[in-house]
């Protein structure tokens, strides 16, 4: 089974705190995704990687930044935690192994972040 | 991205089947549907995909119809864990690295004992 881990299944930091959100994939799949959850809005893509030490911004990109310094890692970083990043944040990974869109995305646990 | 429409929710019967419904009435022709569900304070899972025939798997069943603008998702026999939001969704499949999914709101299924 396919397995996507987060560091943390809920977090509560201060504002302007700098934030560290872990994702670990083990299926080596060269695709890795940061999305936030938040009720009435869906989905929303934050960053997304591709390969190792590549990354592009997503729809929402402002105020996090990302690492992939190893395959199976990727990391979404809030340089100065606020209020408004309070939100579920969804790591998901995927293989493109078969060279069309057809696959699955693989989702970890999430990590509520409360910002206060 | 082709949009879907699902209902806001429903109910079902604990060991009854569930047929969950989606409309994508501007689906393209090579579009992929597929379903993913999100169990409380859990991340999204892969439910199941199909592109033109009716597909089977362990969790499910989905049936598509003949002219592809609509799909259902069956649940044969609902569980109390079967208890979840579950989204329809539309993949296109053009090989991008920018493959995000976007997730409606979704179906709230509830599971009655």
């Known amino acids: 089974d396919v397995k996507v881990t987060q560091s943390s299944r809920y977090l509560v930091k201060r504002t302007g705190e700098k934030v560290f959100l872990e994702c670990v994939q083990d299926?080596?799949?060269?695709?890795m995704f940061w999305y936030r959850q938040d009720p009435g809005l869906g989905l929303r893509l934050i960053y997304f990687?591709?390969?190792?030490?590549?990354?592009e911004k997503g729809d929402i990109p402002e105020g996090y930044s990302v690492s992939r310094e190893k395959k199976e890692r990727f990391s979404l970083i809030l340089e100065s935690a606020s209020t408004n990043q309070t939100s579920m944040y969804l790591c998901?990974?995927?293989?493109?192994?078969?060279?069309?869109?057809?696959?699955?995305?693989?989702f970890g646990p999430g990590t509520r972040l409360t910002v206060t | 991205d082709a949009k879907t429409t699902q209902p806001n929710s429903m109910e079902s019967n604990e060991e009854e089947p569930v047929h969950l419904p989606c409309n994508h009435s501007?689906?393209?022709?090579?579009?992929?549907i597929h379903w993913y569900r999100q169990l409380p304070s859990q991340g999204p899972e892969y439910v199941i995909h199909?592109?033109?025939s009716n597909v089977n798997n362990r969790m499910a069943s989905l049936a598509i119809a003949e002219d592809r603008k609509s799909s259902t998702l069956i649940l044969h026999r609902a569980t109390l864990r079967d208890a979840a939001v579950y989204y329809c969704?539309?993949?296109?499949?053009?090989?991008?690295?920018?493959?995000?999914?976007?997730f409606g709101p979704g179906t709230s299924l509830s599971v009655i004992p």
């Open positions: 998901a990974s995927s293989s493109d192994r078969r060279g069309v869109l057809e696959y699955e995305q693989y």
């Open positions: 299926m080596d799949h060269e695709n």
């Open positions: 990687s591709y390969d190792v030490k590549m990354k």
């Open positions: 501007t689906i393209s022709g090579t579009d992929y």
């Open positions: 199909g592109l033109t």
């Open positions: 969704i539309l993949r296109h499949p053009v090989r991008t690295s920018y493959d995000k999914v976007i």
